[in-house]
């Protein structure tokens, strides 16, 4: 059973892993085996990140890029085919948001989240989708969210953001199904991270949050790395187009 999870001889590619559930995917996609290529915006944070991952799984590479950029996204599959050689699975879990009443959003705001969590992702799988296909086959993550699937309070443009993950999902899974890729998304609850600090610290929002997850617990990032695995792994062949919820029951409450 232990080799449907094994990722040795495997190349995974993270997207916004130096911090945070990225961070914690590539530590448990390294456990596994997989040699990482860490990608994020600020070269010296990355360069730490895959000094600690370094110790863990057989190689770390990394790769300072803008996800809002699609030639730097580019450059970053590129750059992650000519150091390994190949491509197996590709995280795309870089993020941001910023929160606050939708009166309040600005063109600036909007834009800059679609990009960044949206179009990013598409770009990103377009880019990656070549060399899995010569490959024979691949493993698509994308970082979904709980905004996916619900409303929450002054997050729209994150949450519309979001819901284009779960589509994106859905449409490049069937698209792609009959080349062997399968295109899942890990759906993250409330996750311990510096992008959700500012919601645990807020007063109301930080013990509403705790009191409306039923396992009484925030996640952390390391809470991810399992379902990363299994979706990076052939223990997941035969699922694509599905979000897993990560949400210590949140969803069902
Ligand atoms: P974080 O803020 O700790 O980490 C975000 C990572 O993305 C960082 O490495 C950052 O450098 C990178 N990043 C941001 N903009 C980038 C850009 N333009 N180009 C390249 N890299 C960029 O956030 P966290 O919480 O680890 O979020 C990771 C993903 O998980 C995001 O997609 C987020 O939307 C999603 N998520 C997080 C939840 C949480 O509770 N923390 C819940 C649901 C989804």
Known sequence: MAKLFDLTGRVALVTGGSRGIGK???????EAGASIALASRDAESLASAAKELAPIGPRVETFPTDVARVDEIERMVTGTLEAFGRLDILVNNAGTNRR???VDVSEEDWDL???VNL???FFACRAAAPAMIRQGGGKIVNIASL???VGIRGTAAYGASKGGVLQLTRSLAVEWAEQNIQVNAIGPGFIETDLTEPMFADPQRGPWIQSRIPMG???YPADLAGVA???????SDYLTGQVVYVDGGFLSG
């Open 229 to 235: 695995v299994f979706l990076g792994s052939a223990a």
């Open 217 to 219: 617990r925030r996640g």
């Open 113 to 115: 989240i679609q990009t």
């Open 147 to 149: 905004t996916s699937q």
């Open 24 to 30: 914690g995917i590539a530590r448990g996609l390294a």
């Open 119 to 121: 179009k990013s992702v």
């Open 100 to 102: 606050g009443p939708s």
